[in-house]
C-alpha cells in the first residue's frame, strides 16, 4: 500500500511569484486536505477536496486554491507569494470525507524570499 | 483564537517511566480527538484518537484521558522509550463524520524527549 507522497520536497519562490505543490493520497483514500504548518506552529486547516470538489475551506485568502483530480492526487496552488507564505505544506488523505483519521505525507518545505 | 492549545512546549523524561502530555481545548462543539507524532523530515503520524462519548482509549503502551467538562485531554505513553522522542500534536474536530469537512485544529505540539 502506498502511502501519501508530496512533490517537490523543498521549493524556494520569490515573493509575488506564484506555486503549485503536488500530492498524492494514499491508495483507495478519496478524500484530500491540506495544512499549512508555520515554524513552531500546529499545522493549520487550508481546504478539503472531495470527489474533486472543494468541501470545506479555514481561513485562507482566496489567492490559496485547489484542484483534485479522478485519481484523487490533488494540487495546492498560491498566488501573489507573501513572505508569511514561508511554512511547511501538509497535504493529508482520508478514506472518505467524513473519515477523521487523516494521513499526512511528507510535506513540501516552501521559503518566500 | 487558539482553541486547541498544548501549554508545555517540552518534555523530558527518563527510557522505563511514564510521560504525560497535555491538551486543552476551549470549543465545546469539539467530539473527537486525536493525537499525531512527528519526527524530523517527515508528516505527522496517527497516533491514537478518542471519541467525545468515551473518557479513555488504550492502545498498547499509549492511552488517551477525555474529561470532558475541563476540556482536557492527555496522552500517557508507559513505559516511554528513546523511540518516542518526537513532536506530538493533539488535534480536535468537530461532529466526527458530520460537518466537519476533515478539519482538523491541531495545537502547537509538544516535543518530547526519552533520555536513555
Known amino acids: 500500500e502506498t502511502g501519501v507522497t508530496q512533490s517537490p520536497t523543498h521549493l524556494i519562490k520569490t515573493r509575488g511569484q506564484q506555486v503549485t505543490l503536488r500530492c498524492s493520497s494514499q491508495?483507495?483514500?478519496?478524500?484530500v486536505s491540506w495544512y499549512q504548518q508555520a515554524l513552531g506552529q500546529g499545522p493549520q486547516f487550508i481546504f478539503q477536496?472531495?470527489?474533486?470538489?472543494?468541501?470545506g475551506r479555514g481561513n485562507f485568502p482566496p489567492r490559496f486554491s485547489g484542484l483534485q483530480f479522478p485519481n484523487y492526487s490533488s494540487e495546492l496552488n498560491v498566488n501573489a507569494l507573501e513572505l508569511d507564505d514561508s511554512a511547511l505544506y501538509l497535504c493529508a488523505s482520508s478514506l472518505t470525507a467524513i473519515s477523521d483519521e487523516q494521513y499526512f505525507g511528507p510535506g513540501t518545505r516552501l521559503t518566500v524570499t | 483564537d487558539q482553541q486547541v492549545k498544548q501549554n508545555s512546549p517540552s518534555l523530558s523524561v527518563q527510557e522505563g517511566r511514564i510521560s504525560i502530555l497535555n491538551c486543552d481545548y476551549t470549543n465545546s462543539m469539539f467530539d473527537y480527538f486525536l493525537w499525531y507524532k512527528k519526527y524530523p523530515a517527515e508528516g505527522p503520524t496517527f497516533l491514537i484518537s478518542?471519541?467525545?462519548?468515551?473518557d479513555k482509549n488504550e492502545d498498547g503502551r499509549f492511552t488517551v484521558f477525555l474529561n470532558k467538562s475541563a476540556k482536557h485531554l492527555s496522552l500517557h505513553i508507559v513505559p516511554s522509550q528513546p523511540g518516542d522522542s518526537a513532536v506530538y500534536f493533539c488535534?480536535?474536530?468537530?461532529?466526527?463524520?458530520?460537518?466537519?469537512?476533515?478539519?482538523?485544529?491541531f495545537g502547537q505540539g509538544t516535543i518530547l524527549t526519552v533520555h536513555p
Open positions: 491508495s483507495g483514500h478519496n478524500t
Open positions: 488535534a480536535a474536530s468537530v461532529g466526527a463524520g458530520g460537518t466537519s469537512y476533515g478539519k482538523l485544529t
Open positions: 477536496y472531495y470527489r474533486e470538489e472543494e468541501n
Open positions: 478518542i471519541s467525545s462519548i468515551k
